[in-house]
Structure formats: C-alpha cells, structure tokens
C-alpha cells in the first residue's frame, strides 16, 4: 500500500518529535524539504560558540552565497518573520520561540500548496529545538543543584567535625 502525503507528513512529524538532538531533528525536514519543494538548509545558532551549524544534504545544497548568508547568523538575526528572500526565489523562516532565537531555515520558494506545510514544519522544528534547549538547561540546572548540595554537604561535615573537636576538649577540660 503507497502512503499518501498525510502519512508521510504523520510519520515525518513523529520522527521530529522524537529526535534526541537539534541536528537530528533538522536533518529530517531537509530531506523532506529537498524532496518535495527543493533545496533547503536550516542554521542551528550554538549559543555557547555563538556559530551556526548548517544541515543540509550536499546533493541539493543551495549555491555559495545563499550557504555563506545562511552561515553567518549576524546576516539574518534581524529577520522576525517569514517571508521571501530578496530575490523571491527562496522562503527563509525564523526558528524562534518564546523569544529565543533556534535558527533558521531557508528553502527554494515552494509551490502554494506546500507553503503552508513548511511553514508548519518550521514550527515544528522550532518546538523541538525549543524542548531539547530547556531539557539540556534543566540538566545543567540540576547538575548545578547536585554540585550546590555536595558543596552544602562537605561543609556540613566539616562543621561537625569541627563541633566534635571542640565538645571533646570541652569535656576533657571539665
């Protein structure tokens, strides 16, 4: 049995949804992307080495400028939304949420019936970047909290060897 375009958009969306990294995630709406409107790349801005990261399939990459454009995040930061490229041969999207900026994507500009199921994908990589950011914080977070309490915990033992010390030379002076 073929599967129709919802069943590959159902099992794409699932896939995103359980990617365990960015670039996982990425990766699966470029090949989509690559395959069913043309070529795409998404930049994934690392926040710590304020870089990018550039998924794409270097089969159906996008010529040298739109890739050194793509590449450097200063370039593109000030786009707040979706919208055609300069030249109208390309659509690039903000991957933003709650004010933080994931990336972005940018993609040959599609036919009007897949315009909209890339911008939902968009969105839907940006929710995963989103999750997998907060998860990899809260991690951070609690290793934070683990290390506050084994910190705590020492200088609580240090204290009650202290406190030991100085109640058996209270005792052996009285």
């Known amino acids: 049995m073929a599967l129709t375009r919802f069943d590959t958009i ?15 995630a990425a990766m699966e709406v470029v090949g989509w992307l690559n ?4 070529p795409s790349v998404v930049a994934i801005l690392d926040h710590n080495e304020s870089h990018t990261h550039l998924i794409m399939d270097e089969a159906h990459a996008p010529d040298a400028l739109v890739l ?4 450097n995040h200063t370039d593109w930061e000030q786009v707040s939304h979706p919208g055609p490229t300069q030249d109208h041969e390309a659509l690039v999207v ?10 972005i994507l940018w993609a040959a500009l599609p036919q009007p019936d897949l315009s909209d199921t ?18 990899e914080n809260d991690t951070d977070e609690e290793a934070a909290m683990v290390g506050d309490l084994a910190l705590q915990t020492a200088r609580l033992s240090a204290a009650t060897s202290v406190s030991k010390v100085i109640i058996s030379q209270k005792d052996t002076n009285t």
């Open 94 to 103: 903000p991957l933003v949420q709650n004010g933080h900026r994931y990336g």
């Open 68 to 71: 050194a454009w793509v590449r």
């Open 118 to 135: 890339m911008l939902m994908l968009a969105g839907l990589l940006t929710t995963r970047l989103h999750h997998l950011h907060t998860i």
């Open 10 to 24: 159902q099992r794409l969306i699932e896939t995103i949804n359980r990617a365990p990294t960015a670039e996982l």
């Open 35 to 38: 395959t069913h409107i043309g």
